[in-house]
């Protein structure tokens, strides 16, 4: 009996290690759940790569961003969603996008897309612009800001632990952009009234900002839309380039029409100094060196076309046969 005992006791404890053994075990698998939740990235799908770029800036290594248009060598304009868009707005938790018509096929995604718990930011919201205005949004230099707020606010709704990092981060980015604010105004300084023109309204919202004198508006809506430029507002355009009314010629490298191409090559033949402007970050930059990049292009084609002065004077010359 004392034998049957012992063996009794001793059964008990094995058990009761064994239940010891499977608690703890089960401590470490929540643990470990616990730990890896906490080092989950926030999935953010944005629309386009400036925008990503933002986000990335702003959620460092907490956030794990997919842009979808961020080919600078394709024209934004022709883009076609697929399925595997689709499946990535499916899991993300924040999504961003410009909004206004400009990227129509996010809000039909989104719409079809069972995502639940997911935070949208659309900049054209944020700015108070829709349908039928400028769409390029990103070349305000008021857009940026009210973005990155959101963004960062959306990120402490999702991840409310790493709030000061985030905090950091906004006031990190909000400095960043200081530098562009200078150049705007550098620029706006000297060449305020300067007339210029160009084959799509894709830079206009930073000429605004200069303060620059933009002629062929309807030529350029005309283009923007994939509509024909009338006759009147074809030869308005040309007779600006041959006749040196415009001190500048800024052009959309990532939209190559016809008639494009035909103002591009007018202008070097005219001598009309000519800048480059893309609708797609360039890989390799940050939206701040991208931004500044431009600027520098724009300064550069600016004081090659003579000083502030004489371009003013052939603004003032040419104000009779100003087209919109």
Known sequence: MKKLGSMLNGAQRALKLSRYVAIGAAAVLAFSHDALAADAKIPVVAAENF??????????????????????DQDPHLFEASPKTARALQHASLVVYNGADYDPWMAKLLAASKGTNRTTIVAAELTGKKGGDNPHLWYDPATMPKVARAVSAALVAADPAHKSAYDANLAKFLDSLKPIDARVADLHGRYAGVPVTATEPVFGYMSDAVGLSMRNLRFQLATMNDTEASA??????ERDLREKRVRVLIYNSQATEALTKRMLKLAQQSKVPTMSVTETEPAGKTYQTWMLTQLDALSTALASSGDAGGANAAAASGAKGKTP
């Open 51 to 72: 925008y990503g770029d933002v986000v990335q800036q702003l959620g460092g290594d907490r956030v794990d961003v997919t842009s979808i248009l961020s080919n600078p």
């Open 232 to 237: 009147t507002d074809i030869a308005a355009f």
